[in-house]
């Protein structure tokens, strides 16, 4: 996911999802948070962890099966054209390619979507702050 570049920490994976599917909200599972409505899940493959029951252990454990990489324009454009009421950042550890999260977030906000995060909620101080108010719904 990240990688050193001289003197700088780079997210190469910046934009490259593992997986996009339109799920019904109470899948993330988010207890009478919009009921009855579909939500654009997408997951960009990686996580800080390496859990032995994990659901989902190839999203988050092996390279992103496309090399197609996408803008967080097109994100927003996907969950607007499938009538999503948002998009849900979720399947394997969203917070490894923050960048893209925050980027995103903000541009559906803007266009009047909700943004829910499902993560282990291992992100510190600082980035927290920069992405909570871009949040509706966190299941941590």
Known sequence: MRGRRGDTIRL???GRSSG????????KPLYHFLPGAAILSVAAAGCNLHCQFCQNWR????????AETLTPQDVVDLAVAQRSVGIAY????????????????QLARRAGLVNVIVSNGYLNPAPLAELIPWLDAANI
């Open 12 to 14: 190469y994976a910046y």
């Open 20 to 27: 996009f599917c339109i799920d019904p909200v109470e899948k």
């Open 59 to 66: 999203l988050s454990q092996e390279p992103a099966p496309s």
């Open 90 to 105: 979720t399947y394997s550890e969203p917070l490894v390619w923050f960048e893209f999260v925050r980027d995103t977030a």
